[in-house]
């Protein structure tokens, strides 16, 4: 392939991208908005750790990285529920108790991701390219840096620049495409758990969760033995507490066993920013078979299932086999690749709302405790034909929209199960009752 491809953003994503086009034989301009990130500090509470699960594995595997990138990641086989009074309660993800999810730092897998791309023959990587201008039938891109404007051409524009992509912005503007952000009505705030005596201060092995009805906060581990803590409140909601006092107090009440662990949480509420929620639905993701968005700035999602990173390095493995399947025509790769993705991204946005009522309204019920006992029964008695949706979603590759079908199927099944248990114990109820 002899193209000049140009990538818009030099992210998770975007780094990715480089490195499997390198391999492709492409040469690659991967521009960035930001100074280098392996250079400077992590802008403060907008971490959101990631929990890389199979889907980003493989695609890491196929750039021989995932050993690299696993080397400092910490395993999490399952959920460990904080509930205002009472005892912890350990939720496998899996039947066999053995599969985990694995929690990374995001700027660490950043950064060894640019190195990977750097270091590709083909690829080079500039920083402070803002970009301000988009020509997407040209392939013609202006830049803002700290040196003046800067213009340039390429064959192919990727944009991978996120959320809230400039690239899609300039589409936009073109009337190239329609969106549609819609934005949860909730938002975030890091909190940080520290070290204590050098050692874990809880569980390392699990992704912790307080579930409170209509919030929650979840703390994930971090190789220097701390945890970041995530809180996701619904709008407003951070403003109504303004003094230490008054949060101390909130969260003795609400989150009792945090404070002793978390020295720093009066600064940390009072400093971080709230951050926003949403999905973004685009149509089309391509325009003239020469520019189109991948990752989070096509279809980003709500974090909840712990997949937005995992779907778009997944995005970039589809790509790669577009590009295969077209013998290198972007032209036929980019309409290809849109066409192959879309249903599978809107099928992972859908079930990442449903997992954020559900860590936040059914993990500490009984009822749902009864139903992931009655699915993992199932799962062993049935192995490869019952498989949970989470499993399903976190440890396999299984398309995202054939998750979505078959789980609908099996909680049917479910259903129908849950229903003769309860039969059979209402029917030995009233054999006792009429023995009396």
């Known amino acids: 392939m002899s193209e000049r491809v140009a990538i818009v953003g030099a ?11 390198a391999r492709r034989g492409v ?58 009074e009472g005892p912890l309660d350990f939720q496998p993800y899996s039947a066999t108790r053995d599969r985990a999810i694995n929690s990374i730092s995001r700027g660490a897998l950043n950064n060894a991701l640019l190195d990977a791309a750097a270091k590709a023959p083909g690829v080079d990587v500039v920083f402070e390219h803002r970009l301000v201008g988009l020509d997407s039938q ?8 700290p040196a003046g404007r800067v213009e340039t051409t390429a064959d192919v524009v990727l944009g991978a620049d996120g959320a809230g992509s400039a690239v899609r912005g300039q589409l936009l503007a073109e009337s190239a495409l329609t969106e549609d952000v819609d934005f949860l009505d909730y938002g975030y705030k890091e909190l940080s758990i520290p070290a204590r005596d050098g050692e874990f201060a809880l569980d390392p092995g699990a992704l912790h969760i307080w579930p409170r009805g209509t919030s929650m906060m979840i703390a994930l581990p971090n190789p220097d033995r701390s945890f970041t803590c995530t809180l996701f409140w619904p709008a407003g909601s951070f403003d109504a507490l303004t003094t230490p006092a008054s949060i101390e107090r909130y969260f003795a009440e609400h989150y009792p066993d945090l404070l002793p662990m978390a020295p720093g949480l009066v600064e940390d509420y009072l400093n ?27 279809h980003a999602i709500v974090p909840f299932y712990g997949q937005g990173a995992n779907c778009a390095f997944e995005d970039v493995v589809e790509l790669d086999r577009c590009l295969d399947a077209t013998g290198g025509s972007w032209a036929r ?25 559900e860590m936040r309204d059914k993990v500490a019920s009984p009822v749902f405790r009864l139903g992931k006992q009655i699915e993992h029964t199932l799962e062993r008695l049935l192995p490869g034909h019952y498989v949970s949706r989470y499993e399903l979603v976190s440890f396999t590759t299984t398309p995202y929209a054939e998750v979505r079908t078959r789980t609908r199927r099996q909680h049917q099944l479910l259903g129908v ?9 209402i029917s030995t109820a009233l054999r006792k009752w009429g023995r009396r």
Not at 11 to 21: D, E, I, K, R, W
Not at 417 to 425: D, F, K, P, T, Y
């Open 333 to 357: 790769s980019l309409p290809l690749f849109e066409a192959r993705r879309r249903e599978n991204t809107e099928a992972i946005a859908e079930m990442a709302l449903a997992n954020f009522v």
């Open 138 to 145: 040209a392939g013609a891109l202006v830049f803002d840096t």
């Open 11 to 21: 992210g998770l994503t975007g780094s990715l991208l480089a490195c499997f086009l």
């Open 27 to 84: 040469r690659v301009t991967l521009y960035e908005r930001r100074p280098d990130p392996r250079t400077g500090q992590a802008e403060r509470g907008r971490s959101i750790n990631l929990a890389i699960s199979e889907r980003g594995l493989d695609a890491l595997r196929r750039i021989d990285l995932v050993d690299q990138v696993m080397a400092d990641a910490l395993p999490m086989k399952g959920r460990m529920i904080h509930p205002v």
């Open 417 to 425: 199960v849950a229903a003769g248990i309860g039969v059979g114990l």
């Open 272 to 298: 971080n920013p709230v951050g926003v929620l949403g999905t973004v639905h685009a149509s089309p993701w391509q325009a003239h078979g020469r520019t189109a968005l991948i990752g989070d700035a096509a």
